[in-house]
């Protein structure tokens, strides 16, 4: 079982807004580590797509956003479009015995 | 344009061994730290390895340990992960990643993420 827990799946339709949670405990993001979230789109390699819980790479809409509380993190699409349909995956840091880096087991996008 | 490049995967029996390459360019690899992350079929992302610019931190997931070595030759610009004693539960793509860590004592500092991924090489563990 992934560290990290998000939602198997999210759905939403053009234009609209969605968010995706990813729950973590007092060894990760609860430990104050950032949080980072990746974009797989189907058949690519992984994305960077947010970092350090709200920064957004050169390059990435600023319809994409994070935000962090307490043990959990966020990640917002507003303006859902088609070409957003992937994979998202969150990752942080995790102190415990078995920890190092972590991910999220991932959410899955359907635009529809 | 900065870019990595994996190659070595392939099919092996279990119990075998491969060694994947990452060939990295467009950046200066010696200042960063590099990652490998898998992913089986079907599956999420499992991170597997990392290691510090310098080479002095060298971290393993709790599964690989004992059978995986990460290395680098920055002189080469490449990232290396030595696979021996594979399972069929090794079965993935595997991508080597920049990353952006920092070690100070005991503190690990994950800042950055893990911001350019290559494209991925798929090994395959099956008799």
């Known amino acids: 079982q992934p560290v990290l827990t998000q939602p198997p799946s999210v759905s939403g339709a053009p234009g609209q807004r969605v968010t995706f949670s990813c729950t973590g405990s007092r060894s990760n993001i609860g430990a104050a580590y950032d949080v980072h979230w990746y974009q797989q789109l189907p058949g690519t390699a992984p994305k960077l797509l947010i970092y350090?819980?709200?920064n957004r790479p050169s390059g990435v809409p600023d319809r994409f956003s994070g935000s962090k509380s307490g043990t959990s993190a966020s990640l917002a699409i507003t303006g859902l479009q088609a070409e957003d349909e992937a994979d998202y995956y969150c990752?942080?840091?995790?102190?415990?015995?078995?920890?190092?880096?972590?991910f999220g087991g991932g959410t899955k996008l359907t635009v529809v | 344009e900065v870019q990595m490049v994996e190659s070595g995967g392939g099919l092996v029996k279990p119990g075998g061994s491969l060694r994947l390459s990452c060939a990295a360019s467009?950046?200066?690899?010696?200042?960063?730290?590099m990652t490998w992350v898998r992913q089986a079929p079907g599956k999420g992302l499992e991170w597997v390895s990392s290691?510090?610019?310098?080479?002095?931190?060298?971290y393993y997931t709790d599964s690989v340990r004992g059978r995986f070595t990460i290395s680098r030759d920055n002189a080469k610009n490449s990232l290396y992960l030595q696979m021996n004693s594979l399972r069929a539960e090794d079965t993935a793509v595997y991508y080597c990643a920049r990353s952006n860590f920092g070690v100070v004592g005991s503190y690990i500092s994950d800042n950055y993420g893990m911001d350019v991924w290559g494209q991925g090489t798929t090994v395959t563990v099956s008799s």
């Open positions: 990752q942080s840091y995790d102190t415990s015995l078995s920890g190092y880096w972590v």
């Open positions: 350090d819980t709200t």
């Open positions: 467009g950046f200066t690899f010696s200042t960063y730290s």
């Open positions: 290691i510090s610019s310098s080479s002095n931190y060298i």
